[in-house]
């Protein structure tokens, strides 16, 4: 609503408007009019909006030039608020500007709400909006306001260390245990999540009724709760804290612990659920010495004391383990005195069934290698106390066919929407996309060799199924709730497992290992593409893997078990980046300025420079977007923001800051030509060849030996001729070309 007024609560402002003056030298000047002010956009009055809010004003002034503007904001409506956030010039905040947008709060409860199944507190805070305009003779005119009320989804957090196998259950934990967390902050809905801006954690005593009273009384527990620590503080104190430590814990009881986040509307976490945010506990007893077991693709995995589950794999046969071992019992004051090991050993007993004795210098195993079977190895590790721990890793064996040429895994979930601008493909589209690029794979089989993982809730394909190909294409989605691609790539750093976690396998890289070819694209932004190896917390671009791994760093000094990623050590990527991600924190200053005006893509062009891709031919120089999805109106419109959905690699700048050249099994095939060439992307890698692998032919009649290829953007959104060409070069490579 706009031209009301309220004279009463600014009569005093008349004090500071002069009027009228004289001066001896030019005069009477007359009588002053006062500037005139209305708003010209904003939210309509006592509308409900996001907590960013956009408003512009115009004044004028008949006599004179309006000089500046002065507003405030205050919480309440017009007939509620406090007429004291208003009196006094000190309330109101001058500027030259004639819009802005307002970051407002929104951290009142309202309601809570169900979408798709999960619930989420609604938070919200009612606005009055005051602007006027003040002339160059210090007169101010009446404010013109407006009223409002922002509102956000309140933060959620999630608990994913120490993993939980039975979540929504207690879990029993040893004495000194560190708890890591990941906030999600979903704003206006469940789909556009940022990161939140702080967190506090709550240790307690549990009783059967503690869970219930955080989500009835909250406001009872206040005097427990730490101090609200930034998500991005020094350190890992905003993500993660370790319990025990600086703690005196009674054997004897069971303990909550729970983490509340708060946005940057004020909103909190309002919702205390065992599955996410909430973890129940009891002390475990110290029961041996940790035992960390290596293989160079099964991961490092984490044992404690000897009633431990033994960890499983289904691998094809002939796959050769290298494993390793190392143990420390420092925690209570215990020192390794041995180790020993044995392959499917019946009697533990018995020494004579280890291929060892006891030794503190047996803390590895010659390489082994199985046909056929179900097979176990036992690694155990004694201290100076006779404490110990056994470490079991049983293998299941099946035969390596690999007689098929293609598998498409589908790994990219959309629905079938009525496609309206081009953002994103439904999922009829993409399916007649992929199915048409397969069908010019020679005895391609679209009821035979598809695995779309929507149809089976999100689960990856079995190892048995993967051998059954030389070749296969992987699509991917960008968000992790909906596919299997980031679950399967994920990286663990050492730093982060425990007894209580374990590296992922991936499957992926052995099938490279082994003599197969992937072919693998999707959606890149955010935290898709190749970055899934990463922690979502880690995510900050760009980034160095050999030494970043757990998230930027000043120096290699920590972590570096990024070197045995996928990324890394598979994909010889050095430095991940994107067009648009969350970026690193401001104090980088060294990070080139980005701007999605600058940075966006325009198109691809070839690199045939490069040994490898130059040596290739048929693939186009030019890689444009589909004339479809850059139409006028449509969402990757040229003229409104270019494309975005692009991860890029060994970015040069920095690969020149951090010292790196390119790994030798690293070739660029496309790179990108950005908006602008002053962008710090310009020219980056958009896809590539690796030729780690490119010199193993499976061990199947009919095999070769070739590289994979890797996409960091979804090909649907890109001219349809020029895929049909890439395809037949790399299905060419491949010697299944249809074409």
Known sequence: MHGRRIPILFAAAAIFCGGCSDNAFIGSTGTNAPPTIKLVNGPVEQDVVGYKVELSWLGEDRDGKVERYEFVICNGAPLGFNRQDTTGLDKWTKTARTDSIFKLAADQYDTTLTIGGNQFSRFKKTHTFFVRAVDDRGSRSEPAYRSFTTWTLAPGVNIDFPPNAFPGHAQTLPPIVRFHWEGIDPRDD??????VDSIRYLLTVFTDSTVQELNEHLGSFESRWSPWIATDAPGDSGVSTIIGDDEMLDMQKRYVFAVQAQDDAGAVTSIFDMRSNVRVFA???????????????????KFLGTKGRPQTFSLPANFVFSFTWKADA????????????????????????????????????????????????????VDNNGYSTLAQIEIS?????????????????????????????????????????CARARDFKPDRDVFDTKDLSFIPPRPELLWKYRNIIWTYSSDSRFGTWDNMVRFTPESHISTLGHSTFNLLAYYMASGGHLWTCGRSDRQGGLAAVLSENAQRFPLYLRCEIDGPQWDCADDTSGVESMAYRDYCVSV??????????????????????WDAMSYGYLDPLDEVTGARPGMPGKLQLWSTVTKPGNFFDPQVRGFTFVEVYDVQFWMDFVGESSQSCFHPLYRMRARNSVSAINGAVIAFWTTKYADVAAPVPGAIAAPSVHFGLPLWYFNRAQVDSIADAIFDEWEIGEY
């Open 190 to 195: 469940p789909w556009h999540v940022a990161k």
């Open 283 to 301: 002390l475990l007893k110290v029961v041996g010495p940790e035992l960390a077991v290596k293989e160079t693709f099964l991961g490092l995995h």
């Open 330 to 381: 420092s925690e209570y004051g215990g020192i390794i005195s041995g180790y020993r090991y044995g392959w499917d050993v019946a009697d533990l007993s018995n020494p004579n069934e280890w291929e060892v004795p006891l030794s503190p210098y047996t803390t590895w195993a010659p390489p082994r290698s199985f046909s056929s079977g179900v097979h176990t190895l036992f690694v155990e590790a």
């Open 397 to 437: 064996i099946f035969p390596i066919d690999m007689s098929r040429n293609l598998l498409w895994v589908d790994d990219f979930y959309s629905t079938d929407f009525v496609q309206i601008d081009y953002s994103f493909p439904t999922e009829k589209e993409h399916d007649q996309f992929w199915l048409r690029i």
């Open 576 to 597: 991940l980046d994107k067009v648009l991600a969350m970026p690193r924190n401001t104090f980088w200053w060294f990070v080139p300025e980005r701007r999605i005006e």
